[in-house]
């Protein structure tokens, strides 16, 4: 009972060190980009030795690959929750766009993220494609069963249909929060919510 109890203390331990590294990560990133941060700011911004940063992460991109994966469930969970989409496709898909928009456009630290990663996908294209990989690519996934186990919607090709959804949104928390156009193009989220339901019912006449 003493050593399991002990290992499940040295469990415990090690998940807060991974986070703290994590969460100290994620500070010099948005601070300083990809390349302009290092393992040794990693470990003082964590508060934790650079030898108990390479216990847990092999190297830099290690790193940043995990943060992605972190990411992408946090928002899996927010938008999706824990159980596949269920339920009459005219609550079903305003919630999912409704929890999906807001999560976007509320979440500051997300969208300082994407800054990083836009910004230097052209020198690391693999880190964007984790993006995609971890992000999008089982986003679309989801999208697309629903869309086709609900014939009633008349959607003639999901996963484009799926695209369409995810850029509309994406274009609206770019141009809104992260370009700053708020002033320029102001439009009500309400307003986004209402018409992007419209548009995937169209076809069901629901």
């Known amino acids: 009972m003493v050593r399991i109890r ?48 390479y216990n847990h992460f092999q190297d830099k991109e290690g790193l940043f690959k995990t943060l ?5 469930q946090e928002k899996f969970q927010s938008a999706f929750g824990r159980q596949p989409l269920q339920g009459e496709p005219r609550i079903v898909l305003r919630q999912l766009i409704a929890s999906a928009l807001q999560g976007m456009i ?50 003639p090709d999901p996963e484009a249909t799926a695209r369409i959804m995810i850029g509309a949104l994406v274009h609206f928390m770019m141009t809104q929060e992260m370009l700053h156009g708020k002033e320029i193009i102001p439009m009500e989220s309400d307003r986004m919510i209402d018409a992007l339901t419209h548009l995937m019912l169209r076809g069901a006449q629901l």
Not at 30 to 49: E, I
Not at 109 to 127: C, T, Y
Not at 140 to 155: N, Q, R, S
Request: charged share 20%; with cysteine.
């Open 6 to 53: 002990a290992n499940e203390v040295s469990k415990e331990i090690a998940s807060d060190k991974v986070e703290q590294i994590l969460s100290g990560a994620m500070q010099e990133f948005l601070k300083h980009g990809f390349a302009g941060t290092s393992m040794d700011r990693v470990a003082q911004a964590a508060g934790v030795s650079k030898a108990t940063v």
């Open 68 to 72: 992605i994966e972190q990411l992408a």
């Open 106 to 155: 509320c979440d500051e630290q997300h969208q300082a993220f994407v800054r990083v990663l836009i910004g230097e996908s052209g020198r690391f294209p693999e880190l964007a494609q984790t993006w995609v990989q971890h992000i999008m690519k089982p986003t679309i996934a989801i999208l697309c069963k629903y869309m086709t186990d609900h014939p009633e919607l008349d959607i």
